[in-house]
């Protein structure tokens, strides 16, 4: 079993930052890949980021060039630093791991890009 808990989430201004955090309840290095999905009203959960093991990263479209994934492997964290950030952005935001076939989320932290 493994838990995640984020935080971070906020209501900030268009153009703003926030930094996203996603604490584990196990040592990531367990998990291949480590995952950001969000999911605004009405739509659809989409991948937002993820960084494997080996410290490779990808984003969607829609992000390149403003959020950052990174770990912290002592602290058992992902990060998602979000910068320049659009109204289109808000949404609640998922942290998201795969283990023995099986897939964990958190409970998810909101983000609200909003003047």
């Known amino acids: 079993q493994v838990q995640l808990v984020e935080s971070g989430g906020g209501l900030v201004q268009p153009g703003g930052s926030l930094k996203l955090s996603c604490v584990a309840s196990?040592?990531?290095?367990?998990?291949?890949?480590m995952r950001w999905y969000r999911q605004a009203p009405g739509e659809q959960r989409e991948l937002v980021a993820a960084?494997?093991?080996?410290?490779?990263?990808s984003y969607a479209d829609s992000v390149k060039g403003r959020f950052t994934i990174s770990r912290e492997i002592a602290k058992k964290a992902v990060n998602l630093q979000m910068n320049s950030l659009k109204p289109e952005d808000t949404a609640v935001y998922y942290c998201?791991?795969?283990?023995?076939?099986?897939?964990?989320w958190g409970q998810g932290t909101q983000v609200t890009v909003s003047s």
């Open positions: 196990i040592s990531i290095v367990d998990f291949s890949t």
């Open positions: 998201n791991v795969q283990r023995a076939g099986l897939d964990y």
């Open positions: 960084i494997t093991i080996g410290g490779h990263t």
